[in-house]
């Protein structure tokens, strides 16, 4: 009875043992996992923003060289149509009861599969209507533009000249948690003045990506991006730097001026 009882309590803490050494090994292993993960949602994200740019030269190649328009609206009838460039969105209003229709946008001319639309490391609402996913924007202050401008055209691939430095798509984010999938530049500019520059950080950047942000270019390459700005109108710096201060995503845009943006 004396050994067993010895051999029970030697049990015990060889058992103490191997739970502390579990916890242990726990705590060191779990922030690798953690950042392995991560690393495998920036890898996903990137590829997803290569397909869009491949896909926006493929549109630009049948439509006389323009990339998609960001945004438009028409009416046929009791139905209101919202055609963007990733979802168009719908709903016939003779019967209130009647579902939003979607399908895929102007960039994918009504065909794809809609998932590539969702940053795998976004867990924020939409800001649309029905978007059924949501986590990117598209240069809208230079290339997408909407249909409210004379002429209602967007940017033609041609007249981009440095194409391995314009940002064509991006991680979308706004300081609420909700996405935003209109990009614009840090300040408004003769073709860009439906946003005031007191609301430009409603079209900023995520930095979800272990501190970086992903962004693909009109020459069809992707890698993440690092440099952060918040150099706008104050009001709009304000609430970007309040945001900051406090959050573990990162919101600003991927240059001090509107350089990386801009077709010049």
């Keep these: 009875m004396h050994r067993d009882r010895h051999r029970d309590a030697f049990s015990l803490v060889e058992t103490l043992v191997v739970v502390s050494t579990t916890a242990l090994l726990v705590g060191l292993f779990l922030p690798s996992l953690q950042t392995a993960r991560q690393q495998a949602q920036r890898t996903v994200c990137l590829s997803q923003l290569r397909q869009m740019a491949i896909a926006a030269q493929s549109y630009s190649?049948?439509?006389?060289?323009?990339?998609?328009?960001?945004?438009?609206?028409?009416?046929e009838g009791t139905v209101p149509y919202f055609y963007?460039?990733?979802?168009?969105?719908?709903?016939?209003?003779?019967?209130?009861?009647?579902?939003?229709?979607?399908?895929?946008?102007?960039?994918?001319?009504?065909?794809?599969?809609?998932?590539?639309?969702?940053?795998?490391?976004?867990?924020?609402?939409?800001?649309?209507?029905a978007d059924p996913h949501t986590g990117y924007n598209y240069n809208t202050s230079?290339?997408?533009?909407?249909?409210?401008?004379?002429?209602?055209?967007?940017?033609?691939?041609?007249?981009?000249?440095?194409?391995?430095?314009?940002?064509?798509?991006?991680?979308?984010?706004?300081?609420?948690?909700?996405?935003?999938?209109?990009?614009?530049a840090p300040f408004s500019h003769p073709g860009d003045t439906l946003l005031p520059d007191s609301a430009r950080h409603a079209g900023a950047q995520g930095y979800r990506?272990?501190?970086r942000t992903n962004v693909a270019f009109?020459?069809?390459?992707?890698?993440?991006?690092?440099?952060?700005?918040t150099e706008t109108d104050p009001a709009a710096r304000q609430i970007l730097d309040s945001h900051n201060a406090t959050s573990d995503v990162q919101i600003g845009f991927l240059s001090a001026s509107n350089d990386i943006y801009d077709l010049k």
């Design 209 to 211: 990506h272990l501190g």
């Design 84 to 129: 963007a460039w990733d979802f168009t969105t719908w709903k016939d209003w003779s019967d209130a009861t009647n579902p939003n229709r979607v399908q895929p946008g102007l960039l994918w001319m009504g065909q794809t599969i809609e998932k590539i639309q969702q940053c795998p490391a976004f867990r924020g609402p939409d800001n649309s209507l």
């Design 61 to 75: 190649n049948i439509y006389d060289g323009h990339y998609p328009i960001a945004y438009y609206n028409r009416r």
């Design 142 to 184: 230079y290339i997408g533009l909407n249909d409210l401008l004379s002429p209602p055209n967007s940017a033609k691939t041609d007249e981009v000249r440095r194409p391995s430095q314009t940002v064509l798509f991006g991680d979308g984010q706004c300081t609420d948690g909700g996405a935003n999938k209109y990009m614009r």
């Design 218 to 229: 009109c020459d069809g390459h992707a890698q993440p991006w690092r440099p952060i700005h």
